[in-house]
């Protein structure tokens, strides 16, 4: 049995409207105020680095009250190293504010590996934050990455509430960088 077309249209404006009001109702059910409301994860602390640069070891549980920028880098990515100024730049700017930046440098390509090539490309790009070199990729993993350049902000108390991938919105991070430096600092930190 063919189905006249006029039909075919009212029924397929059925299912978009019946799709639609369940997106609403599943939106307005996790919203604010929602006991079903989606929670910010708790960042995953730096695994199995293999070695730090510009700082001793860093442990996110002891940045509780600081703003945390982890950055996961390698220093061939062309897109990496066009974002970096950005990166550097917001180090300077808000260090003095409570933010840390944290470069997570984990390589492509084996050379990339080399501990003293990181070391080199650190000082030609003049990078002063903290660099974790994370050759086994078991930060990466930990934070369930998959991109050269990514950005990602942890409140002060250690929430991945921001991420960014790839090139672009430098301006929406430093939005955010600026928010969550202006909240006040949890209890006890």
Known sequence: MKIPSSMRVRFNQVLIAAAAAAAVVSFAASGPGSASAPQSPAAPEFRNIDNWINSPPLKLEALRGKVVLVDFWTYTCINCLNHLPYVNEW??????QGLVVVGVHTPEFAYE??????QEAVKRLQIKHAVAQDNSYATWKSFDNQYWPAVYLIDKNGKIVYSHFGEGSYAATEKKIQALLAEP???GS
Not at 91 to 96: A, G, L, P, R, S
């Open 91 to 96: 180090n300077e700017k808000y260090k003095d």
């Open 185 to 187: 600092a949890p209890s």
């Open 113 to 118: 590996k080399s501990t003293s090539n990181v």
